[in-house]
């Protein structure tokens, strides 16, 4: 019944930026965190960004300064703006939100985390 979905990957020289962005759709009541995770060919799923619904982020220390993420809760969304982006900055970019309040028929229910399909964000010249 939630559903996320990301858009806004692509192909960027590096240098260049790109701006991710994380629909939450369905009968909602409230998220509690979100976050940006990435995966490179041959590697492990990593964390890039997370944002609370107070408004608490936090940086995996190879996009500080470079990334930044937000989030809008009226329209549950997420966003990632990222700049001066590098080739090892190419990955698969997942979607993720945590702690999840929302209606099923006529029952409120809970659920611990979703998962958005990813997508592509290739860097290269």
């Known amino acids: 019944q939630v559903q996320l979905v990301e858009s806004g990957g692509g192909l960027v020289q590096p240098g260049g930026s790109l701006r991710l962005s994380c629909a939450a759709s369905g009968r909602i009541v409230s998220i509690n965190a979100m976050g940006w995770y990435r995966q490179a060919p041959g590697k492990e799923r990593e964390l890039v ?4 619904k107070g408004g608490t982020i936090n ?4 996009v500080k300064g470079r990334y930044t993420i937000s989030r809008d809760n009226a329209k549950n969304t997420m966003y990632l703006q990222m700049n001066i982006l590098k080739p090892e900055d190419t990955a698969v970019y997942y979607c ?3 702690g999840i309040t929302y209606y099923s028929g006529s029952y409120l229910k809970y659920d611990y985390v979703y998962w958005g399909q990813g997508t592509q964000v290739t860097v290269s010249s």
């Open 49 to 52: 960004a997370t944002i609370t």
């Open 59 to 62: 940086y995996a220390d190879s």
């Open 96 to 98: 993720n939100a945590e």
